[in-house]
């Protein structure tokens, strides 16, 4: 599994969209949807928050994304 759809499957865990999870970390909904496809890769500050706004840790995050 790789980052993008670590994020979409702990999304779906939580029942909350891409939308929500922008408007959380603070970034537009075409750049979560590019991080989410992969096509864009975030700053180890913007994982910190989206491992925050989806209440897990980073490194969790980052090892469902390996």
Known sequence: MDLGEA???MLARRKKSQTWLAKEVSVSRPYMSSLCHN???PSWSL?????TALDCKLS???AEGE
């Open 60 to 62: 969790k995050l980052i």
């Open 47 to 51: 994982l910190n928050r989206i491992s």
């Open 39 to 41: 096509n864009r890769e």
């Open 7 to 9: 994020i979409l499957v």
